[in-house]
C-alpha cells in the first residue's frame, strides 16, 4: 500500500510527521457537539478494546484530533493493572488535570519497537510496547479493522504530558473522503503549541521523541516535524500570543492546535453564528478551551 501522507515513509529520513493529537473529554457527546458547532466533521465513535473510547476528527493532510472518553471504566480499571501504559498515562493526566484536556502528540513511525528501544537507551520510555486492534467506521457506514503499535516517551514523573510514536500494522480500507470535508474549511493541523515553566528542559525529552533538532530563542523554540511545527513556549511568551492565562505551572503541558483553514472571515462567521466566542490575535482567530475542547484552538487563513 504507498505511503499516506501521515506515514513516515512519505517523508525522508529524519523527524517524524504529526499523526495525531489526544485530546481528553468527561463525555464524547459533548465533544462531538462541541466541535459540530465549530464546523467540523465528526467520525462515529470508535471502541478501544481497553475501556476508552473516541470520536475523530480527520483531516485532509493525514492527521486528526482524537477526543478521549472512558466508555467502560471497568475495563479501564483493568488495562491499568495490566500495565496498558495509554490507559495508565490517561488516567493520570484526568486525576492532574481533571477530564477535559489535551494530553498526548502522537508521532507517525514506520517501526514502533525500534523507538521504544531508543526512548528506553535515553531514559525517556514511559512504559512497555502497546499493540492493539480495533474496528473503524467511515461516514458511509462501512466497517474495517485498524491495527497500530505504540511506543511512549515523557519526562521522569511527568503526568501532564506525553508524546508517543504510533505505527499502523493495518490502516482501514475505509473512505475518509466525507470525513475530511468541514464546513470550516479546515484542511489541517500546522502548528501544536506547548507550554513549560522550563523549556530549555524540555528539550531533549521532544527532540528525542520527534527525532527533530530544537531551533529558537529560550522563551520560544520550534521543533520542525515534516507536516507540523511543535512550537513549546513560556507561559509568558503563550499569553503574549493568544491572549490565554497558561494556567497552573507544569514541566510540559499541551494547550493550543493551529488549523489551516481555507477562509478565517467564514470560520469567524460559522463560529458566531453557533454562539461561539472567539479573539482575533493577528492573522488568527483564537478560541479558547471549553467542554470537549480541550485546548485552544486556532484558525489560520493559509494561502
Known amino acids: ?122 531514559g525517556l520510555s514511559a512504559g512497555d510496547v502497546l499493540s492493539f486492534s480495533r474496528a473503524f467506521t467511515d461516514a458511509a457506514g462501512k466497517s474495517d479493522t485498524a491495527s497500530f503499535k505504540l511506543a511512549f516517551a515523557s519526562g521522569a514523573g511527568a503526568t501532564d504530558a506525553f508524546l508517543f510514536a504510533c505505527e499502523r500494522i493495518n490502516a482501514p480500507k475505509v473512505d475518509r473522503t466525507a470525513l475530511q470535508i468541514h464546513a470550516n474549511g479546515a484542511t489541517g493541523i500546522v502548528e501544536v503549541v506547548a507550554v513549560s515553566d522550563e523549556p530549555s528542559v524540555q528539550h531533549r525529552l521532544i527532540s528525542i521523541a520527534a527525532r527533530s533538532p530544537a531551533a529558537g530563542q529560550v522563551s520560544s523554540t520550534a521543533f520542525g516535524l515534516p507536516n507540523a511545527t511543535l512550537t513549546l513556549l513560556d507561559p509568558v511568551a503563550f499569553e503574549t500570543r493568544f491572549g490565554i492565562a497558561a494556567g497552573a505551572p507544569s514541566e510540559l503541558r499541551f494547550v493550543g492546535v493551529v488549523f489551516s483553514v481555507r477562509r478565517a472571515d467564514a470560520v469567524a462567521k460559522l463560529i458566531a453564528a453557533s454562539s461561539v466566542e472567539y479573539d482575533i490575535r493577528g492573522n488568527d482567530i483564537v478560541v479558547r478551551p471549553a467542554p470537549g475542547q480541550g485546548a485552544a484552538f486556532i484558525f489560520r487563513e493559509i494561502a
Open 1 to 122: 500500500m504507498p505511503a499516506g501522507p501521515h506515514s513516515p515513509d512519505a517523508y525522508p529520513p529524519g523527524a517524524y510527521p504529526l499523526d495525531h493529537l489526544v485530546l481528553p473529554t468527561a463525555s464524547l457527546d459533548v465533544a462531538r457537539a462541541r466541535l459540530v458547532s465549530l464546523g467540523f466533521v465528526v467520525a462515529p465513535a470508535g471502541i478501544h478494546p481497553f475501556g476508552t473510547e473516541n470520536c475523530c476528527v480527520f483531516l485532509e493532510d493525514g492527521t486528526y484530533l482524537e477526543p478521549l472518553a472512558v466508555g467502560n471504566a471497568q475495563a479501564a480499571a483493568k488495562a491499568i493493572a495490566d500495565g496498558n501504559v495509554f490507559v495508565t498515562r490517561d488516567r493520570a493526566y484526568r486525576d492532574k488535570r481533571g477530564n477535559e484536556g489535551f494530553s498526548a502528540v502522537v508521532l507517525g513511525t514506520g517501526n514502533a519497537k525500534a523507538d521504544h528501544a531508543r526512548y528506553v537507551e535515553a
